[in-house]
């Protein structure tokens, strides 16, 4: 099996900036894709962005442009680099990814954008 552990959350104001980690550990042959959702309160849980094995991103409309992915497969490591935030941006951010077909999700690390 496949642990996903993420850190980097916390409160920020407005305009600020946070980077989230996810490191995963476990049973792990090959992990295809890696991402991030995040669950804000009384929303449904979101795509905010993944990047698949060959290094293909997509990002959702609503963050392009203010946060990055990247990912360290040496280290099986995702990260989101995430600017200018705003309110909107409050949530449960997710990680997520999928090896040898079989996806896992880790517990989840609170963002609030506030003032």
């Known amino acids: 099996q496949v642990q996903l552990v993420e850190s980097g959350g916390g409160l920020v104001q407005p305009g600020g900036s946070l980077r989230l980690s996810c490191a995963a550990s476990?049973?792990?042959?090959?992990?295809?894709?890696m991402g991030w959702y995040r669950q804000a309160p009384g929303k449904q849980r979101e795509l905010v962005a993944y990047i698949i094995n060959g290094g293909n991103i997509r990002y959702a409309d609503s963050v392009k442009g203010r946060f990055t992915i990247s990912r360290d497969n040496a280290k099986n490591t995702v990260y989101l680099q995430m600017n200018s935030l705003r309110p909107e941006d409050t949530a449960v951010y997710y990680c997520?990814?999928?090896?040898?077909?079989?996806?896992?999700w880790g517990q989840g690390t609170q963002v609030t954008v506030s003032s």
């Open positions: 997520h990814a999928v090896n040898l077909g079989v996806a896992y």
């Open positions: 476990g049973s792990i042959f090959s992990i295809s894709v």
